[in-house]
């Protein structure tokens, strides 16, 4: 049997077989992106060149995570911590990576944990849901087989927590932040070892909506918008993956490539229906304040020209509530009421 591509098989998979967040997982833990990643968000791989990075991708039985040769993947089986009683943990996509300067091909240097996230509408800031995370891969690592034993804390290893925010407000757009724990010397200077204290990475990215798909910038940023923004057949995606990015991948039907787009849509339809929606009920809020106001407008009206008390004065005896009186002051100018009756003095 020849060898398939799974980055193809990905983006020619049906709508109806897989979730949106089930399509991003596998789709980021292709062997081609995740080396993208690694390359850019992960200091340790910046030197190294683009192909050589999945040689340093190992796996890691303690959290079920494996490779698979023969579809160029690596997934997990289980990518759950339960070692906080009440508080388990379901990671996205947990990798374990070998560090260059490694002489062992087995050993793991650096634990990578990737999170897509639809959104970033949350009652909470997502950067510090990642913080929490770094914090249970740095703690579930003591006295597990791969991590270590009693008070050796020499083997603990540095962690990366990358999280992908496919759609973000406006501010946030193209946004790709690193925080990571740094030493300051607040008295007399005294540098200690970079590598015992430098055990945390939390990187943030948030693909723009749009991109000039005609420059020759290539990034990261760019292939995320390619992968899951960009309103393109899948065929205009294969041919800007593998022109562009170097991935790949075998050649299908066009019947057979649209399954990836399809999921896309799916959420694109849906976020204009809720758009309509929220548009519906905005236009009837509003068409139910206008009907108040101009209720009110004719009540003033009535009133004025029975007293001939001023415009000011009569929302003042009405107690007229004061956020509407700068509306019914525009809208009595808007018909063209006789100039004595909107006299504000």
């Known amino acids: 049997m020849n060898k398939v591509n799974e980055l193809n098989e990905m983006i020619d998979c049906s709508g109806h077989k897989l979730t949106y967040d089930e399509h991003c997982k596998r789709i980021l833990s292709n062997k081609q992106i995740l080396a993208r990643i690694i390359k850019e968000c992960v200091s340790e791989f910046h030197d190294i060149p683009l192909a050589e990075i999945p040689d340093y991708i190992v ?7 494996n490779i698979d040769k023969a579809v160029d993947k690596i997934y997990g089986m289980n990518p759950e911590d339960t070692s906080v009683f009440g508080a388990k943990i379901i990671f996205d996509i947990i990798v374990g990576i070998r560090l260059p300067n490694s002489s062992k091909k087995e050993n793991i240097g650096l634990i990578l944990n990737i999170e897509a996230q639809a959104n970033s509408n949350r009652h909470y800031p997502l950067l510090s849901r990642a913080i929490y995370y770094c914090s249970r891969l740095l703690a579930r690592q003591k006295h ?123 959420h694109v339809d849906a976020g204009r229906r809720e758009g309509l929606a929220k548009g519906r009920r905005e236009g009837r809020k509003e068409g139910l ?43 009595l100018n808007r018909q063209e009421i006789e100039e004595p009756l909107l006299s504000d003095k």
């Not at 796996?59 to 995570?65: G, H, K, L």
């Open 59 to 65: 796996s890691d039985p303690a959290t079920s995570i």
């Open 289 to 331: 304040s206008e009907g108040i106001i101009k209720g009110q407008c004719q009540i003033i009206i009535n009133m004025m020209q029975k007293t001939n008390l001023s415009l000011h004065e009569v929302m003042e005896m009405l107690s007229i509530d004061k956020t509407l009186r700068p509306q019914i002051t525009k809208l």
């Open 144 to 266: 597990r087989p791969d991590g270590f034993q009693h008070s050796d804390f020499q083997y603990l290893k540095k962690v990366y927590s990358i999280w992908i925010v496919m759609n973000s407000k406006k501010a946030t757009e193209g946004v790709m932040n690193q925080y990571s724990i740094n030493e300051t010397c607040l008295k007399r200077a005294c540098h200690f070892p970079k590598e015992t204290y430098d055990k945390l990475t939390i990187i943030m990215i948030y693909p723009k909506s749009k991109y000039d798909m005609n420059d020759d910038k290539y990034d990261l940023m760019e292939l995320l918008h390619i992968l899951f923004k960009a309103e393109m057949t899948a065929h205009e995606k294969k041919c800007q993956l593998e022109k562009n990015y170097g991935i790949m991948m075998t050649k299908k039907t066009e019947r057979e490539v649209e399954g990836m787009c399809n999921l896309s849509q799916i």
